[in-house]
C-alpha cells in the first residue's frame, strides 16, 4: 500500500492521459460513425426524391392526356347526381385502354372526383364510387378549394399511397380533378433499380380512419419488426425470413433507440454490430399531407465493410491504448523501483535500515552550516562483542536492527539516528544537551529492560552527548560526543554522559 501510494501521481496521470486520448478516438469514432450513416440516410432520402420525381412526371404525362382529352372532359364535365352512374360507365370504357398502358408505367390507379369531393370513378376499384370523401381525404378537398396542383403521401380508408392531384377544366371552368395514384412498393421497385438498395415499407397503423385496411387484398399489411405501432406493407420484396432472423440479431439490440427516434417523428440512421459485419438501418421519414406529420417510413438494411473495419479499427486502438498505458505504468514504475533502491542503498544500512554514515554527515553537515541548534550522541552497545562470541553473528544481527529499532521509535521526526559502524550508532537532536539528555536516558532504559531475539537476552548502551556550541567543525563536535562515550565506558557503562 505504501509502495502504491508513492506511484499514486503515476497512477493517476497516465489514468488521466489514457481517459483523454480514450475520449478522443471515441471522439473521432462518433464523429466517422455519424457520417457513414449520414450518407447511407442521404443515399436512402435521395432514391426516395427521384422516385417522388419520377411519379410527378408520370402524373403529369396522365394529367395532360386527360386535360387535352375533349371526350373525357366533355363525360366528366356534364356528369351529376342524375347520370353518375352512367357517366361512371361511359368514363371507364373510355380510359380502360389507356389505363392497362398506365399501369405499365407503375401507377397504382386513377380516382376522378366532382368539385364536390364525390368519387366519380376510381379505375382500380370499379365498383366502388358516388362516395363523398370530404371527411377521410383532406388533399382532394384541398385542391377543389385551391384549385392547384398537390401531391404528398396520404392514407384513405384502407390504403396509404403517394398522390398527385390536379384539377381539370373545360373552357375556364373547373369541373373537378383527377388523382393519379403511386404504391409504396414502386417507390421500393424504383430505388432497387436505381441505387440498388433494399427497402420495406412502413406506415402507422393509427392513421386509418376505419379498419378495413385489415381486410385488403390488394396491398395487404402485417405487423413491422420495427414497432409494435407499424404496419409493413407486403409485396414482393419482403422476405419473411430474413425478417425474422433481423429481429433477434438486429431490431433487438437497438430496440429502445428505434422506439425513442421514432417518437421525435424525424428521419434517423442506426447500426448493429454482427459478426464482423456492420448492419445500418436508415429509416427516411415520410410525411401525411395535411399536417407534415410522420406517419410512415421507408426502411433499408445495408451492410458497410467501411464501417465494419473503422468499428473494429477503433476498438483494437483502444485496446492497443489500454495495454500501452498499463504496460508503461508497468515499466515506469520498475525504473521507479529501481531509482529508489539505488537511492535507499545510498542512505540507509542495509542491515538496521536506518540512515547510514554518509547520508548522516551530510544533512548533519547541512545543519552545521545553517548554525541550527542540535546535539550529537553516540551510543554503543556494551559488550556486545560477547553477544557475537556466544549466540552468533546472525544473533547479533537481531540485536542490532533491534536496537536501531528501539531508538527510530524514540525520536521525533526531525531527529536523525544512523549507524555509525559495528555495534555503534550516532543520533541528532534538534535540542540542547538538556533536553537531549532525558531522551537519551528514557532510550537508554528502554533498552536495558528490552528481551532481544527470541532467546531474550538482556543487554545495556552506553551513550556520549555533545551539544553544538560554535564548533569549528561537525567532527570536532562528534569528537566530543565520542570522548562523552569512552567517558560512559570508562565509568562502567550502561549510561550517559554528556560534554
Known sequence: MKSFKKRLPLFLTIVVITAGVYFSINLYKTSRVNEILHEQAGLLELSYKQGLDRFNVIGENVYYSLQNDTKFIDILASTNETNLEENHNKLYEHLKSEYRKLKISGIMGIHIFSPKNISILRMHKLDKYGDDLTDI??????????????????????????????????DGTYIGLVEVLFSSTKLQDYTMRVSNIHTHFIVNKNVFKTNEWKINTSEPYEQSIEHKDFLFSMNDHINHATLKNSKQTLIKPLEEEI??????NESFSLYQIIENDAKILAFHAVQRFTDNKTVAYIVSYTSSKKLAKLVNNMYMLNIGFILLAIFTYIVVSRLLSEKEYVMNELKYDALTKVYNRKYFMNIAEKLFKQEEEFSIVMADIDFFKNVNDTHGHQ??????????????????????????????????????????????EGIRRKIESY?????????????????????????????????????????????????
Open 451 to 499: 528481551e532481544f531475539g527470541d532467546k531474550g537476552i538482556t543487554l545495556s548502551a552506553s551513550f556520549g552527548i555533545s551539544e553544538y556550541n560554535n564548533e569549528n567543525s561537525l567532527e570536532a563536535i562528534i569528537k566530543k560526543a565520542d570522548t562523552a562515550l569512552y567517558n560512559a565506558k570508562t565509568n562502567g557503562r550502561n549510561q550517559t554522559q554528556t560534554l
Open 137 to 170: 381525404r383532406p388533399i382532394v378537398k384541398a385542391v377543389n378549394e385551391q384549385k392547384i396542383h398537390m401531391h404528398g403521401f396520404e392514407e384513405g380508408k384502407s390504403s396509404h399511397a403517394f398522390r398527385e392531384v390536379y384539377p381539370l377544366y373545360k
Open 259 to 264: 422506439l425513442q427516434n421514432i417518437e421525435s
Open 395 to 440: 544473533y547479533g544481527d537481531v540485536v542490532l536492527k533491534e536496537f536501531a529499532k528501539i531508538i527510530k521509535d524514540s525520536l521525533r521526526s526531525m531527529d536523525l539516528v544512523a549507524r555509525y559502524g559495528g555495534e555503534e550508532f550516532i543520533i541528532l537532536l534538534h535540542t540542547d544537551n538538556d533536553n537531549a539528555y532525558k531522551i537519551v
